[in-house]
């Protein structure tokens, strides 16, 4: 069962969410800079690392920034992210990530 999209034991991160901090890292968009189009990073992701649909890399990022889904933020997004009542995330082009 190793390499499916169960969380690790070492971090607790999917695969996916490895590839979506990796491709960020790569991209140098740490929390010192500014931030960056989502569209700009799910895009690199899906031609880089993830071959999958779009929908499921931005729901990866849209739950590592909201504060209550995971314990730790991963991802600093700016924009409409959803929220705890079920209202759902902007589209990926108006909402900015680092």
């Known amino acids: 069962i190793v390499g499916?999209?169960?969380?690790?034991v070492r971090d607790g991160l999917k695969p996916v969410h490895r590839r979506v901090l990796f491709a960020m890292n790569?991209?140098?968009n740490y929390y010192n800079?500014?931030?960056k189009k989502s569209a700009r990073v799910v895009g690199d992701v899906i031609g880089k690392y993830?071959?999958?649909g779009d929908t499921a890399v931005y729901d990866t990022i849209v739950r590592m920034a909201q504060p209550f889904?995971?314990?730790y933020t991963l991802v600093?997004?700016?924009g409409n992210f959803g929220s705890v009542d079920g209202d759902s995330p902007a589209a990926m082009r108006y909402t900015e990530i680092r």
Not at 4 to 8: K, V
Request: hydrophobic share 20%; proline share 15%.
């Open 33 to 35: 800079r500014p931030y």
């Open 50 to 52: 993830h071959p999958h």
């Open 69 to 71: 889904s995971l314990r």
């Open 76 to 78: 600093d997004g700016q």
């Open 4 to 8: 499916r999209a169960l969380p690790d």
């Open 26 to 28: 790569e991209l140098s």
